[in-house]
């Protein structure tokens, strides 16, 4: 072979080579971006629905005999669907689950969110089109009772349901290559001992690993380590 070959040829692989290592990087961006989207969409959803549940879905007005005056009301989203706030809390609580576990886990975490995402969807179209016969059901006096929606609130609720669903749905099918929280930690005190047993140079953040380390076991970390040999 020639030389002018074996030069095409290794700079051939010195190119697959770099587009190896470039893509690498370029994957964990993808996935962390992924996991920041998911972990975002949980917790907006979630606030979302703690916020719409606490606010007006409906006036609720029950006329009664005269003389008597109509009796009226704010029915509020917590108690025109129950599961708003609930699902809330679930999705607030899903979103730092997703930080915390990886792999399986944080597939199971993202079925969690798309059914919470779902329930709260389903409340949303319910407080649109049910809350009249709520209003009635939890009417206290006797009469006729109407309900004016207001569908703000609810159609707020909606779309906070459609964006968990969105998230969960998100996590079922990437979730499991996504980085977790603690991996970071993880990888350094893994350089950490392996500099230990080769005797390479410790770095700073290893030293600063170790003082956090003995002051965990109860010691001084600024204590002079023990002389070894023969006492005098």
């Known amino acids: 072979m020639s030389g002018q070959g074996r030069e095409h040829r290794s700079e051939r692989q010195r190119a697959r080579s770099g587009a190896a290592r ?12 992924e996991l920041t989207a998911a972990v975002l969409g949980a917790v907006v959803a979630g606030a979302l629905a703690l916020f719409a549940g606490g606010r007006p879905w409906a006036n609720v007005t ?12 704010v029915l509020t989203g917590a108690e025109a669907a129950p599961l708003v706030p609930a699902t809330g ?20 975490v993202g079925v969690l ?3 919470a995402g779902g329930a709260l969807a389903w409340s949303g179209v319910r407080g649109l ?3 009249a016969d709520v209003a009635t059901e939890q009417a206290e006096v006797r009469g006729t009772t109407t309900a004016e929606v207001l569908a ?5 609720a909606l779309v906070a349901g459609v964006l968990g669903v969105a998230a969960g749905v998100l996590v079922v099918v990437r979730g499991r290559t996504w980085p977790a929280m603690g991996r970071r930690y993880e990888r350094s005190a893994g350089r950490a001992e392996a500099a230990v047993r080769t005797g390479a140079p410790r770095s700073d953040e290893d030293r600063a690993q170790d003082a956090w380390k003995a002051m ?9 380590p023990p002389r070894s040999g023969p006492a005098t």
């Open 113 to 115: 969110v798309a059914a």
């Open 216 to 224: 965990d076991r109860g010691e001084d970390p600024t204590d002079p």
């Open 152 to 156: 703000a609130w609810p159609s707020v």
């Open 62 to 73: 029950t006329e009664r005999g005269a003389p008597l005056p109509p009796v009226t009301g």
């Open 89 to 108: 809390l679930v999705l607030l609580a899903a979103a730092v689950a997703l930080l915390a576990v990886r792999g399986g886990g944080r597939t199971v």
């Open 129 to 131: 089109t049910g809350v």
């Open 22 to 33: 470039g893509s690498e990087p370029s994957r964990s961006v993808r996935e962390r971006r």
